[in-house]
């Protein structure tokens, strides 16, 4: 018994290990047209998603892309670029929407969505995994 006690603790806990080592491999990236020649970091990402800025450094609209709440590109963009929670966010925009004071970015299902709608637009900015970038969008590092 003691035994069978000891190596479900391993298979979990190596399951664990296993589950934290790959979202560590996996990284968020901002995506803009190739065509795209703005100044973007996550902080002009930040204020382009909150509706706080709607035009990229060089003076063209800035057309932000998310994606659904649930995707853990989403996720961790919310967390790690906006500062705050999926949950959060959502709040953020349903009281800017409720006042009149703005409208969130539209949301696509995916990073493969993402990068077709950015690809076939110069102005729209999104995010998706770095293991899905193609030759298609320019890719800028989060930090």
């Given at each position: 018994?003691?035994?069978?006690?000891?190596?479900?603790?391993?298979?979990?806990?190596?399951?664990?290990?296993?589950?934290?080592?790959?979202?560590?491999?996996?990284?968020?990236?901002?995506?803009?047209?190739?065509?795209?020649?703005?100044?973007?970091?996550?902080?002009?990402?930040?204020?382009?998603?909150?509706?706080?800025?709607?035009?990229?450094?060089?003076?063209?609209?800035?057309?932000?892309?998310?994606?659904?709440?649930?995707?853990?590109?989403?996720?961790?963009?919310?967390?790690?670029?906006?500062?705050?929670?999926?949950a959060q966010v959502?709040?953020?925009?349903?009281?800017?929407?409720?006042?009149?004071?703005?409208?969130?970015?539209?949301?696509v299902q995916n990073?493969?969505?993402?990068?077709?709608?950015?690809?076939?637009?110069?102005?729209?900015?999104?995010?998706?995994?770095?293991?899905?970038?193609?030759?298609?969008?320019?890719?800028?590092?989060?930090?």
């Amino acid at each position: 018994m003691l035994k069978k006690q000891a190596l479900i603790k391993a298979i979990l806990s190596s399951s664990v290990f296993l589950s934290v080592s790959f979202s560590a491999l996996s990284e968020t990236v901002i995506i803009v047209n190739p065509n795209n020649d703005s100044a973007i970091d996550a902080k002009v990402a930040q204020r382009i998603f909150l509706g706080k800025e709607g035009k990229f450094s060089n003076g063209k609209e800035a057309i932000p892309v998310n994606q659904i709440a649930d995707s853990p590109s989403r996720t961790d963009f919310d967390t790690t670029v906006l500062g705050r929670s999926s949950a959060q966010v959502s709040a953020y925009w349903s009281k800017l929407v409720f006042t009149g004071k703005g409208i969130p970015p539209k949301e696509v299902q995916n990073d493969a969505e993402a990068i077709a709608l950015v690809a076939d637009n110069q102005d729209a900015i999104s995010y998706v995994d770095s293991s899905a970038v193609t030759a298609n969008v320019k890719a800028i590092p989060l930090n």
